[in-house]
Nanobody, 118 residues
């Protein structure tokens, strides 16, 4: 069973940057499109960035131009570089498969908290 471990979150001032990492056990990681999701208090989890196995990327409008997703298939790791952070980016961030049915998702990891102060 694949396990996902997110890290790199923290408290940052508006305009600052953070780099999140997601390490996945198991080589099945490399054949899947992967995504970063976030869930703010009282809101549903939303997909904010996707990267396919071949490196195609797609971003939610709310983060386009500020966030960059990347992956290292050899290390089974996906990253999210977040620049120009805004208070509305405050959320718990998770990684998981993307572009699939909900039933096909891996078990969710613990996530990493990102808090952006104004």
């Amino acid at each position: 069973q694949v396990q996902l471990v997110e890290s790199g979150g923290g408290l940052v001032q508006a305009g600052g940057s953070l780099r999140l990492s997601c390490a996945a056990s198991g080589t099945i990681f490399s054949i899947n499109a992967m995504g970063w999701y976030r869930q703010a208090p009282g809101k549903q989890r939303e997909l904010v960035a996707v990267i396919t196995y071949g490196g195609f990327t797609h971003y939610a409008d709310s983060v386009k131009g500020r966030f960059t997703i990347s992956r290292d298939n050899a290390k089974n790791t996906v990253y999210l570089q977040m620049n120009s952070l805004k208070p509305e980016d405050t959320a718990v961030y998770y990684c998981n498969k993307a572009l699939i049915l909900p039933a096909q998702l891996f078990a969710w990891g613990q996530g990493t908290q990102v808090t952006v102060s104004s």
